[in-house]
C-alpha cells in the first residue's frame, strides 16, 4: 500500500470519528434542550446506544440515574421521573452485559450508586405508596444488576448486599409478590457460588422462605422458582 493511500485512509478514520463525536454531542444537547418529549427521547437514545460503546452507554446511564434521582429526593416525585430513571437502570443492566472491559472501581462506582437509588427508592415507596410498582420496579432492576455485576468476577464485596435481598424476600412473602421474589431468587441463586453467601442463605430463613414461594409460585400459575 502506497503512502498516499496509507494517510489518505487514516485522514479518512479521523473524519468518522469526528462527525461520530459530533453527532453524539449534538444528540445529547438535543436530549437535554428537549426532554419533554418522550418521542425525541427514546429516538434519541436509541440512536446514541448503537453509536456509544457499552462502557460509554454505562458512563451515561450511571450519570442519568444520578442526577434523576437526585430530582426525586428533592421532591420531584412523579410517574415521569420514576420511568426515566427505570429506563436509566435498564441502561445500566444492559451496558453491563455487554461490556468485556470494565474495571473494578467502575464497578464500585455502579454499586454505590445502586446502593444509594434502591435506598432512596424504599423512602419513595413508604411516602408515596401509589407509586409502589414503579419504585418496585426500578428496586427489581437493581436485583438484576447486582447480579450481573457478580458474573463479571471483578472481586467486589457484594456479601453486604445480601442480607437485604433476603429481607425484599421476606416482603415479597408478604406480598405474595412471586414474580418479584423470582428475579431475587435469580439474584441469590448466581451470588451462591461464593461460599460466604451460601452460609447466609442456609444458616437464615431464606430456605424456607424460597420454599413459601415456590408454593405460591405454583398456586398463581407463575413461573415456579429454581431451588
Known amino acids: 500500500m502506497s503512502k498516499k493511500v496509507q494517510n489518505f485512509i ?3 478514520k479521523s473524519n468518522i470519528t469526528e462527525d461520530r463525536a459530533a453527532t453524539k454531542t ?3 444537547s438535543l436530549m ?3 426532554s419533554n418529549s418522550p418521542e425525541l427521547m427514546n429516538i434519541g437514545k436509541s440512536t446514541l446506544s ?3 460503546s457499552p462502557k460509554e452507554l454505562l458512563e ?3 450519570h442519568d440515574a444520578r442526577r434523576i434521582d437526585g430530582e426525586i429526593t428533592k421532591g420531584a416525585v412523579n410517574g415521569r421521573n420514576l420511568n426515566r430513571l427505570q429506563g436509566a437502570f435498564d441502561d445500566i443492566l444492559n451496558s453491563l452485559r455487554m461490556t468485556k472491559d470494565l474495571s473494578k472501581s467502575d464497578a464500585q462506582e455502579v454499586l454505590r450508586t445502586l446502593q444509594n437509588t434502591v435506598k ?3 423512602d419513595v415507596e413508604t411516602k408515596y405508596p401509589t407509586f409502589q410498582s414503579q419504585t418496585r420496579g426500578i428496586m427489581y432492576t437493581g ?3 447486582i447480579g450481573a455485576l457478580d458474573e463479571l468476577k471483578l472481586g467486589l464485596k457484594l456479601i453486604q448486599v445480601v442480607p437485604p435481598l433476603i429481607v425484599e424476600l421476606a416482603n ?4 405474595q409478590d412471586a414474580n418479584g421474589a423470582l428475579l431475587i431468587t435469580k439474584t441469590l441463586h448466581k451470588m451462591s457460588t461464593d461460599p460466604q453467601v451460601l452460609d447466609i442463605l442456609v444458616d437464615g430463613d431464606a430456605g424456607d422462605m424460597l420454599l413459601k414461594l415456590n408454593d405460591m409460585a405454583n398456586s398463581m400459575r407463575i413461573e415456579p422458582l429454581k431451588l
Open 26 to 28: 449534538l444528540l445529547m
Open 32 to 34: 437535554k434542550l428537549h
Open 172 to 175: 415479597c412473602e408478604k406480598a
Open 50 to 52: 448503537s453509536m456509544l
Open 60 to 62: 451515561r446511564a450511571l
Open 120 to 122: 432512596n427508592m424504599k
Open 143 to 145: 436485583f438484576e444488576i
Open 10 to 12: 487514516e485522514q479518512a
